[in-house]
C-alpha cells in the first residue's frame, strides 16, 4: 500500500512537471517568435506610427528582446526610442517574469524526462489520456474568453502579474508603445493557446492510443 501511494505521488509530481514545462515552453516559443513581429509590422502597418525605418525598427525591438532574454544584459538601450523611468521599470519587470519562466522550463526539463521514460518503461502512458484531456479544455476556454474582450483581458492580465501601474505608457514619454500595439499582444496570446492546445493534444494523443490498446486487448 506504502509503495503504491509512494508511485501516485511520484507520478502526480512527474505530472505536474510535465504541465508546467508544456506550458514554460510555449510561453519561450512566443516570446522570441520575431517572425510574428516582423509579420504584424507590416499586417498592423506599425511603420504609419513612427518616424524610424522598418530596419532600424527591428533592430530595436531585437535589442529589446536580448535585454529581456538575457540575464547579463542588464541595461535598457534602444537608440531610437527613448524611455522614461516609469517605461523602463516596467520592461524590468517584464524581464522578471522571461527569466522566471525559464527556470520554471529549466527545472521542470529533467523530471518531465523521468516521468515519461517511467510511463514507456511501465507501459502507462494511459495516465496521461485524462489530464491532458482536460487540459484541452482551458486554452479554449481562455482563448474564447479573450476573444469576447481582449481590450478586459488584457488589462487583467496586468492586474495579476504587474504590482504597478508602470505598464500603462504615455506615447509622448515612451513612444516605444506605438510601436508595440495591443493588437500584437493578442496575436501572441494566440500563438500561445494554440502552441498549448497543440502540445496538450500530443499527449492525450500518446495516452489515448494505450488506452485504446488496452480496451483491445481486454476484449
Known amino acids: 500500500m506504502k509503495k503504491i501511494s509512494s508511485l501516485r505521488l511520484l ?25 510574428l513581429y516582423i509579420w504584424d509590422v ?15 525598427l527591428l533592430h530595436n525591438y531585437h535589442l529589446l528582446l536580448d535585454f529581456l532574454n538575457k540575464p547579463w544584459v542588464t541595461e535598457l538601450s534602444l537608440p531610437d526610442f527613448p524611455m522614461s523611468q516609469a517605461g523602463a521599470g516596467h520592461f524590468y519587470d517584464v524581464k522578471k517574469l522571461f527569466l522566471l519562466d525559464y527556470a520554471i522550463l529549466f527545472i521542470t526539463v529533467i523530471p ?5 521514460r517511467h510511463l514507456k518503461k511501465t507501459k502507462r ?10 487540459g484541452m479544455i482551458l486554452p ?28 500603462l505608457f504615455d506615447p509622448v514619454t515612451d513612444p516605444i508603445i506605438n ?23 500530443l499527449f492525450f ?10 480496451k483491445i486487448a481486454s476484449n
Not at 507590416?42 to 532600424?56: A, G, M, P, R
Not at 518531465?112 to 515519461?116: P, W
Not at 510601436?179 to 496538450?200: G, R, S
Not at 494523443?205 to 488496452?214: D, E, F, I, N, W
Open 140 to 167: 479554449v476556454v481562455f482563448g474564447v474568453i479573450m476573444l469576447m474582450g481582449f481590450d478586459r483581458f488584457f488589462v487583467t492580465f496586468h492586474e495579476l502579474f504587474f504590482t504597478n501601474d508602470d505598464w
Open 11 to 35: 507520478e502526480t509530481i512527474g505530472l505536474i512537471c510535465l504541465f508546467l514545462m508544456l506550458i514554460s515552453l510555449a510561453i519561450a516559443i512566443t516570446i522570441n517568435f520575431r517572425p
Open 112 to 116: 518531465s524526462f523521468l516521468f515519461l
Open 179 to 201: 510601436v508595440l500595439p495591443e493588437t500584437f499582444f493578442m496575436h501572441c496570446f494566440v500563438l500561445f493557446f494554440l502552441l498549448i492546445e497543440v502540445f496538450f493534444l
Open 125 to 134: 502512458f494511459f495516465k496521461l489520456y485524462q489530464p491532458f484531456q482536460w
Open 42 to 56: 507590416s499586417h498592423l502597418n506599425i511603420l504609419e506610427q513612427t518616424d524610424v525605418s522598418k530596419e532600424q
Open 205 to 214: 494523443l500518446l495516452g489515448k492510443r494505450q488506452v485504446s490498446t488496452k
